[in-house]
């Protein structure tokens, strides 16, 4: 295990039982809590992005200004739905944010998951073309996204410009030079890992999948990497490509520790996110330091992986969050080989 960084959900509830009752609130701590994992060794500060939520949304500003309050670690998303982006307008947004973090973001994106309203995209001004759906809508947008990533030229210059332009055809400005390297696709399936091989991508690989063979999710997990990485060796990329997994683990150091996740999180489940398209949940893993060690060591996933994304419960707020990141660096990670 190369790196370890948090994954945060960014939920708010304006509930007295929450520490985080604002969008306000989440927008705060979401930096207060990469600060404190910078500080702490950890190497990545990840978000997700849901609409119509009360949850955190448009990515590129948080980003800019996590950027700005830290110094080393990645910045990053997992994922930004594909469905609602206008690509070239985010390439803007995503360049801009990564120039002001100096070169860290590591941006996943895919094609979405089940929203909280019907077809949210459409509000946004989106609809697949005839004859297509809204996963290739969300593909093709992830395509012209990694192309104007590249910084070539592609706009014909107006020959009356307010202000001289460079020669030839002209590009989305600011371009970050390196971030077409830095893009993740967030996978369900095989096909669409294979898919993001073929196109370049790193692979993120969250706590759920589609069943492909009704074994246990870490196995299923697992296959999913090694076909992806058949699948970008065949392709004929340079680079080595980047794989994350995303877990819930907690290390039970504490009374309170104990007294949040104690319970029994020891198996799998199956179930439906979408009509006739099962899908397996990973286990959630809670234990003493020792014992955890022991069984992440058996997460075949895991052992496939790079990087690896701890999903945090941002409601119980920064300090608590804090220390259940520091817990795992500390007494779990180096038994991984982290470091």
Partial sequence: MKKIGFLSFGHWTPSPHSQTRSAADTLLQSIDLAIAAEEQGADGAYYRVHHFARQLASPFPLLAAVGTRTKRIEIGTAVIDMRYENPLYMAEDAGAADLISGGRLQLGISRGSPEQVIDGWRYFGYAPPEGQTEADMARRHAEVFLEVLKGDGFAEPNPRPMFPNPPGLLRLEPHAPGLRDRIW?????????????????????????????????????????RAYREAWKVAGHVRQPRVSVSRSIFALVNDMDRAYFGGDHSTDHFGYIEPEKLAVFGRSYAAEPDVLVDQLKGDDAIAEADTLLLTVPNQLGVAYNAHVIEAILTHVAPALGWR
């Fill in 185 to 225: 696709w967030g996978a369900a399936t095989n096909a669409t890992a294979e898919w993001a091989a073929r196109l370049g991508m790193n692979l993120q690989s969250s706590t759920l999948k589609f069943d492909e063979g009704g074994e246990p999710f870490h196995v299923q997990q697992a296959n999913q990497i």
